[in-house]
């Protein structure tokens, strides 16, 4: 993680310019100072002398252990910038690139996952969230109970990945282990949300994780979700609330859907 503290109630300022979801783990937290050029040379952020900052928290998922080791720097974090401007992508791009969700029985039996984006435009705000899942767990679609992406065996296709642990056949984890899975999500509205409301609609959000991804929330999962308010427009709590949980659990669905598309068209990686 990176610049996530000063999101903390206790620091002086509270404001976020931009985020950056990337790759790499922590290798990969030097994308978000291109985001930070980016949008420093378009006149965002705070004037500090001659210059400007953008204030930029970033988290990263843990892909290191999929193929070949890589990880994104600035030149790549400032043309993703660009790019969410002009013409946002999905599927395997950005911190989709080496995604994996099921990893059970390791990252070798795991499906891919992908970065995905799901909206909703109401009466009175919008709503967006952006999302990657590299979960430890498998997504399921909660109306179904179907297995979108997980474990995966060759002759059997997806396997329960709860199932799995609860007879012995997963990894065994003495304690507290370092995260090797990772979740991210961040959740924009053009809603009007001070800290404290922003944080409460994170709280009621992440349901739309756990509706999504089994098991969840282990000593493997280093799940983040943001909810940034970027507007002044007036809406009702539960209104913004209950939106960015259809729409966590949405872009949960989406980012597994993707991966599988990946897999099937040979790797493609852009949709």
Request: one cysteine or more; aromatic letters at 8%.
């Amino acid at each position: 993680m990176r610049q996530v503290s000063m999101l903390d109630p206790a620091h002086s300022s509270q404001i976020a310019h931009g985020f950056c979801l990337t790759g790499g783990s922590g290798l990969g937290l030097g994308a978000s100072t291109g985001v930070q050029d980016f949008l420093a040379k378009q006149g965002v952020g705070v004037e500090i002398g001659s210059m400007r900052v953008a204030s930029v928290p970033a988290v990263a998922i843990y892909d290191l252990a999929k193929g070949e080791a890589a990880w994104p720097g600035e030149a790549n974090g400032y043309e993703a910038a660009r790019s969410a401007v002009t013409q946002p992508v999905e599927g395997g791009v950005g911190a989709g690139t080496g995604a994996t969700i099921g990893k059970v029985l390791g990252v070798e039996h795991a499906s891919s996952g992908a970065f995905a984006t799901y909206g909703i435009q109401t009466g009175s705000f919008s709503l967006a969230a952006f999302g990657v899942v590299n979960a430890f767990g498998n997504v399921i679609d909660p109306g179904s109970g179907n297995i979108i992406a997980g474990v995966r065996d060759p002759v059997r296709g997806f396997l329960d990945a709860e199932h799995l642990l609860l007879t012995g056949k997963g990894p065994v984890f003495p304690g507290i282990a370092q995260p090797r899975a990772t979740t991210l999500v961040l959740v924009v509205t053009d809603a009007r949300l001070d800290f404290r409301g922003a944080a409460a609609v994170a709280r009621v959000a992440q349901a739309g994780v756990f509706e999504t991804i089994r098991p969840v929330a282990t000593p493997v999962d280093g799940d983040v979700l943001f909810v940034w308010s970027v507007g002044l427009k007036k809406a009702r709590f539960f209104d913004v609330a209950l939106c960015a949980k259809t729409a966590v659990k949405n872009v949960i669905l989406r980012s597994a859907r993707l991966g599988a598309n990946r897999e099937q068209q040979g790797g493609t990686d852009v949709f």
